[in-house]
C-alpha cells in the first residue's frame, strides 16, 4: 500500500521521514536499525488501520473490488472443498476400520490356534 502511495497522510509522512534519516550517511547502524524496526511498526500500523474499516482507501478502488471479489470466490472454494471432503474421509474411515477389523481377526485366529494347537513350533 504504502509502496504504491496510499496511505493516510499522517503515517505516510512519519514514514518518508525515518527513510531519509536512514538513508543519510553519517547515520550509525544501531540507529539505523532501531529506524527500521519504527518504520516497519509504522508500514504495520497503516496496514492495520486500512483493514479497520470495510472499505477502500482513497486511490484503491479497483484494488479493494478486486480483493473482495478474490475473497467471496475463496470462500466458494471453500465451501465446495468441505462438502466434497466429507464422502472422501467416510470412505478413510471405512478403511481404517477393515484394517484394524483384519487385525483383530488375524490376532484372534492366532491365539485359537495356539490354544488349540499349541505351538506349531
Avoid: N
Avoid at 496496514?47 to 479497483?62: I, K, N, R, T, V
Avoid at 473482495?68 to 478413510?92: F, Y
Amino acid at each position: 500500500m504504502y509502496a504504491v502511495g496510499i496511505d493516510d497522510g499522517q503515517l505516510g509522512t512519519q514514514i518518508v521521514a525515518l527513510e531519509e534519516k536512514v538513508h543519510l550517511a553519517e547515520t550509525p547502524k544501531a540507529l539505523i536499525r532501531r529506524l527500521s524496526a519504527e518504520r516497519r511498526k509504522l508500514v504495520k500500523r497503516l496496514a492495520e488501520s486500512s483493514l479497520e474499516d470495510d472499505g477502500p482507501l482513497p486511490g484503491a478502488d479497483a484494488e479493494y473490488a478486486k480483493a473482495r471479489k478474490l475473497l467471496t470466490s475463496l470462500g466458494q472454494h471453500k465451501a465446495t472443498m468441505i462438502t466434497m471432503r466429507a464422502p472422501a474421509s467416510q470412505e478413510r474411515l471405512g478403511q481404517w476400520r477393515a484394517t484394524i477389523g483384519y487385525g483383530i481377526f488375524g490376532c484372534l485366529c492366532l491365539v485359537f490356534f495356539t490354544l488349540i494347537a499349541g505351538w506349531p513350533w
